[in-house]
C-alpha cells in the first residue's frame, strides 16, 4: 500500500519497552508522526502502524517484544510494524525475522522515522536501516508527556563506561549531551503545557556535558545543569533519575537540600555491595564511596528517599558475595532497590566469564533482595508517617481510586476525585493500609492549581 497522507488520516499507535529514556524518545518519535498528519492512538486500538520501541537490557525485554507483537497483529493483522530501541540497534536482524515485523530502524535512524514509511507494503522480512553504532555519534533531544503531571526529559545519551555486563553503549554510542539551551528551552515547552513535574532521564545523567556541542569536552557540568533548570519559571518540581554515585556530588547534593524545586529523592545504581565483584563489573567505585554517598544525603535530607539498582547472579557471586551485599543494604538507609537477575548478553565482557551462576539459585536470590526491598520501602513509608508532605495527584482513575506521589517519593492513594488531578496538595500522612500505600488528611485547600 503506497502512503498518500493527503487523502486519508493514518492512524499510529506506540508500544515503549525498557526506561524512561525510551518514553522520552518515544513521545519524540510520536510527535514526528503527528507533524506528517497522523493520528496517534492508543496500542490497544487499530492501527495502520505500530510502533514498538525497545529494551535489550535484559532478556526478558527480548522475549517481551514478540509477546507485544503477536498483541499488535491480533488487533489489525495487515498493519505495518516498525521497531526501534535498543534492541533493534543490537539485534536487527533477529527482530527482522519476526513474524509480522516490517522495518527496522537502529540508533540514529529511528528519529528519521517518517522518512522510511512511503509505502506500507507488508513484507516477508523485515527491511533494516542500522547504522554502524560508531555513527551514533549526534544528539537528539526529546521529552515525553504521559499522565500530563509528569515529563521525562532527555538530557543525555550514550555511555562511555564499560562495565562488563553492560550493553547500553553497543546500542547507544558514545556519551553526548544536549546543549544547555535546548534542554532549558524544552523544560520551558513542558512547564507551557501545564505539567508540574519534570524527571532527567539519560544513559548516564551525571555526565552531562560531555560532547554538547559534538566535542569530548565538558562544556557545562551536571552541577550547572541543575542550577540552571532551578531558574525555569512555571515547573514546581524537577527530580533526578538514575545517577551514578561517583558522578553524584556533594555540591549537588547540598544544592539540592536547599531546593525549592528539586525534590529529595535519588537513585544511585550500586549493582552489588562486594567489592570484588563491583571490580569484575568495572564500576567506577567502591561500596565505601557508595556509602558516603547516601550518608551526604541523609545527614543534609533525613527525609530523602533514595532508591537502589542492584544485580544478582553475576559471574562468580559466591553465597558469601550475595550474603555481604544482602548485609550491607540491610544496614544501608535507603527506601527500596530495584533487583535485576543477572543474564547473559551477547559482546559482553561478563557473558565469557566463568562461574557462571544456576538460574535457579540467581532467582533465589533475587526473590531474597525483593523481600528486602518490601521492608525498606515499608520502613521509609513508616518513617514518614506524621509529618507534612506535598503530594502531586496523577491524571488516570484506576479502579476507583487516585493515585500519586509526594516530595520525596512516598505513594498515597484517595477516592476518585477528577478535580484533584495535576495538582498539589499538602497532606498530613497518617497511616499504611494493606496495599501498602500511605493513608493521609488534607491539611489545607489546594496549594497549587
Not at 15 to 42: H, M, P, W
Not at 49 to 65: G, H, L, M, P
Not at 91 to 104: F, I, S, T
Not at 231 to 239: F, H, M, S, W
Amino acid at each position: 500500500m503506497r502512503l498518500d497522507k493527503n487523502k486519508i488520516e493514518k492512524k499510529v499507535a506506540f508500544y515503549t519497552l525498557g526506561c524512561k529514556l525510551n518514553f522520552s524518545e518515544t513521545s519524540t518519535i510520536a510527535r514526528s508522526f503527528k507533524n506528517e498528519g497522523f493520528l496517534q492512538v492508543d496500542f490497544t486500538e487499530w492501527a495502520d502502524i505500530y510502533v514498538i520501541n525497545t529494551c535489550s537490557v535484559t532478556e526478558n525485554a527480548d522475549k517481551r517484544f514478540k509477546t507485544i507483537v503477536k498483541k499488535a497483529q491480533k488487533i489489525n493483522s495487515e498493519a505495518f510494524l516498525i521497531a526501534v530501541g535498543c534492541y533493534a540497534q543490537l539485534k536487527p536482524e533477529e527482530l527482522a525475522a519476526v513474524n509480522g515485523v516490517d522495518l527496522v530502524l537502529g540508533a540514529t535512524e529511528k528519529f528519521k522515522i517518517t522518512d522510511y514509511i512511503n509505502d506500507l507494503t507488508k513484507n516477508d522480512f523485515g527491511t533494516i536501516h542500522a547504522c554502524e553504532i560508531e555513527e551514533a555519534d549526534f544528539y537528539v533531544g526529546s521529552y515525553s508527556i504521559g499522565d500530563r503531571t509528569r515529563a521525562f526529559l532527555k538530557v543525555q545519551d550514550g555511555c562511555d563506561y564499560k562495565c562488563t555486563y553492560c550493553t547500553i553503549p553497543l546500542a547507544r554510542g558514545i556519551s553526548r549531551s544536549d546543549t544547555l539551551q535546548n534542554v532549558l528551552t524544552n523544560a520551558a515547552e513542558i512547564a507551557a503545557q501545564g505539567i508540574k513535574e519534570i524527571v532527567l532521564t539519560g544513559v548516564n545523567i551525571g555526565d552531562y556535558g560531555k560532547g554538547e556541542f559534538g566535542n569530548k569536552k565538558h562544556e557545562h557540568t551536571f552541577f550547572e545543569l541543575v542550577r540552571a533548570l532551578e531558574e525555569v519559571k512555571g515547573i514546581e518540581r524537577l527530580r533526578i533519575s538514575s545517577i551514578e554515585p561517583n558522578l553524584l556530588k556533594d555540591e549537588t547534593i547540598d544544592f539540592v537540600s536547599a531546593s525549592s524545586r528539586f525534590v529529595p529523592h535519588f537513585h544511585i545504581p550500586l549493582q552489588s555491595g562486594s567489592n570484588e565483584l563491583l571490580k569484575k563489573m568495572r564500576r567506577r567505585y567502591l561500596r565505601e564511596l557508595y556509602q558516603e554517598r547516601v550518608a551526604r544525603i541523609k545527614e543534609k535530607m533525613p527525609h530523602a528517599c533514595i532508591g537502589v539498582d542492584v544485580i544478582v547472579g553475576f559471574p562468580g557471586e559466591t553465597e558469601e558475595h550475595f550474603l555481604e551485599t544482602y548485609h550491607y543494604l540491610n544496614n544501608l538507609d535507603i527506601s527500596y532497590l530495584h533487583v535485576f537477575t543477572y543474564s547473559e548478553r551477547e559482546n559482553t565482557v561478563a557473558a565469557t566469564m566463568p562461574e557462571t551462576i544456576p538460574m535457579k539459585l540467581r532467582q533465589k536470590r533475587s526473590k531474597m533482595l525483593r523481600g528486602l526491598s518490601v521492608k525498606k520501602r515499608r520502613a521509609f513509608y513508616e518513617s514518614q508517617l506524621g509529618s507534612r508532605r506535598t503530594v502531586l495527584f496523577e491524571s488516570e482513575n484506576k479502579e476507583g481510586y487516585i493515585y500519586g506521589f509526594t516530595e520525596n517519593y512516598v505513594k498515597v492513594r484517595s477516592p476518585w476525585d477528577p478535580s484533584l488531578s495535576n495538582t498539589l496538595q499538602l497532606v498530613a500522612l497518617r497511616e499504611i493500609d494493606e496495599e501498602g500505600l500511605v493513608r493521609f488528611d488534607f491539611v489545607t485547600e489546594e496549594i497549587m492549581a
